[in-house]
């Protein structure tokens, strides 16, 4: 499994979006800057801080031209209900197959346990700027956020 590099390109996958709509990374990568993050689980009380705290900051990611996307190996029926009952504006996808995370390289958090927590940021061509790894869910929004400004700067 390669793990990407700051400076690789995301490369181009598919999955089904909270709505059950086939995304494809086409549609979105190159176009406009993305912060794609990986979270272990719906429902849990760490990804539901970090969810909250994007869905909390959106409108600023939004301003500045940038998409954000969330993944999980949860299903679409689990991303619906996530996603209504906290009021989710952005996008999650599934990846029950956790075939983007191994495509992306993301490790294992909490000793190979659990799914990593990881957020990647890319410019609008689809390189990417940053990459935060942590357990700490609540960090990766103000990371993510100083690198969206300084790339649209």
């Known amino acids: 499994m390669k793990e990407l590099k700051v400076g690789d390109t995301i490369p181009r996958f598919t999955a089904k979006d909270t709505n059950g709509n086939d995304f494809d990374s086409a549609n979105a990568v190159g176009l406009?800057?993305?912060?794609?993050?990986?979270?272990?689980?719906?429902?849990?009380?760490?990804?539901?801080?970090?969810?909250?705290?994007?869905?909390?900051?959106?409108?600023?990611?939004?301003?500045?031209?940038?998409?954000?996307?969330?993944?999980?190996?949860?299903?679409?029926?689990?991303?619906?209900k996530f996603s209504k009952q906290f009021k989710l504006p952005f996008i999650l996808l599934s990846d029950s197959d956790k075939k983007i995370r191994k495509l992306f390289g993301v490790p294992a958090g909490m000793f190979g346990l659990l799914p990593g927590r990881v957020t990647y940021v890319t410019d609008k061509n689809g390189v990417i700027q940053m990459i935060f790894d942590s357990v700490l869910a609540t960090k990766h929004i103000s990371k993510a956020l100083e690198t969206i400004k300084k790339i649209v700067s």
Not at 53 to 77: H, M, N, P
């Open 32 to 80: 406009k800057p993305l912060v794609i993050y990986f979270y272990p689980k719906d429902n849990t009380p760490g990804c539901t801080a970090q969810a909250c705290s994007f869905r909390d900051q959106y409108e600023d990611f939004k301003d500045l031209g940038a998409e954000v996307i969330g993944i999980s190996s949860d299903s679409v029926t689990s991303h619906q």
